[in-house]
């Protein structure tokens, strides 16, 4: 019951957090209600509400996203408050600690960065707010070591009994990623097309972004702290599971989506409002994709509320 209460409470806080940020950006209904949508859809986002560590940890991550992104010593505060249940959450919560220093060396560019003598005021609070932040899994470490004498028990634990061996190249290897459709009751072989749709939007996003003709005019310094998260948890997702064929790996990719969502929503802000068959005509594709992935996480949440493994 304490799980499940806890969970539901991250996601209340999670979706706030979502929706301060559409507020923040003055995205406008449409693209809030698609990009909700859009969350809400991915066949593994019934655990936002499942006793799993999925909602606190979206809940701090973006939390620690949206406060240290704002001004004020406050907001910095909240932030490091945010990253140490973050980073305690998750051991992938600690590269993620580096989203405003990330932030700060794109937004303030390379004349900032070859001053030394400046670095301390240019980059201070970010680098005193990502110090700040990494301590929730010093804390869970100390604990570790405190309570059963080794600091690393997390790792010892996941070697011992799931047989997970880190493998760190495992992104690079082409026979980690699965092409052909995964049948339904195969929850191993969804989450091995779930690394693959990953790689692709990360992929997408990249070469989208990075277009000359698009970069001048689209803020990316406002969103690659967010894609750095992103493909930090991707990356180390999928590093952990490498050896378990990717078991897991389709609930893990929901953390990457969701930022993907958040980040592509305001890319999409700086665009004038399309032509109406092309807007009827995106409103339709959407609505039919998450229909599709509405009835995958039917089964799913069917499966998963009789005992059955899903991710």
């Known amino acids: 019951t ?17 929706f301060l940020f559409c507020e923040r950006w003055k995205l406008s209904s449409t ?20 006793g799993y560590s999925e909602s606190l940890f979206l809940m701090a991550l973006i939390g620690f996203i949206y406060w240290s992104s704002a001004e004020g ?23 993620c600690a580096a989203f405003p220093v990330v932030r700060d060396l794109f937004s303030k560019g390379w004349s900032a960065l070859r001053d030394p003598r400046g670095w301390v005021r240019n980059y201070g609070s970010a680098i ?41 190249l495992a992104v690079f290897r082409p026979s980690n990623y699965r092409w052909l459709l995964p049948q339904l009751n ?51 997702s999928v590093s952990g599971v490498a050896s378990l064929d990717m078991e897991s790996m389709l609930r893990y990719e929901f ?22 068959l092309l807007r009827v005509f995106g409103m339709a594709a959407a609505v039919l994709v998450s229909a599709l992935g509405l009835s995958v996480q039917g089964w799913y949440v069917w499966n998963f509320t009789r005992g059955n493994w899903v991710a």
């Open 128 to 168: 005193a707010v990502m110090s700040g932040a990494i301590f929730g899994a010093i804390f869970f470490f100390l604990y570790c070591q405190w309570r059963w004498g080794r600091w690393d028990m997390y790792m010892l634990t996941q070697s011992a009994g799931w047989n997970i061996e880190p493998d760190y």
């Open 2 to 18: 304490a799980l499940l209460f806890t969970a539901q409470l991250a996601a209340w806080g999670f979706w706030t957090y979502f």
């Open 73 to 95: 010593r406050t907001a910095k505060i909240l932030a490091a408050f945010h990253g140490i249940a973050m980073s305690a959450t998750r051991i992938v919560g600690i590269p």
């Open 186 to 236: 195969d929850p191993t072989q969804m989450s091995q097309m779930s690394m693959t749709v990953g790689a692709l939007l990360l992929i997408a996003i990249a070469v989208v972004e990075l277009l000359p003709a698009i970069r001048r005019s689209t803020e990316l310094s406002t969103r690659i702290g967010i894609y750095f998260c992103a493909a930090v948890i991707y990356y180390i």
């Open 255 to 276: 953390c990457v989506h969701a930022l993907i969502v958040l980040a592509f929503l305001h890319f999409l802000r700086q665009f004038r409002v399309p032509p109406p």
């Open 31 to 50: 693209l809030r209600f698609f990009g909700a949508l859009a969350i809400a859809a991915h066949p593994a986002a019934f655990f936002l509400i499942a």
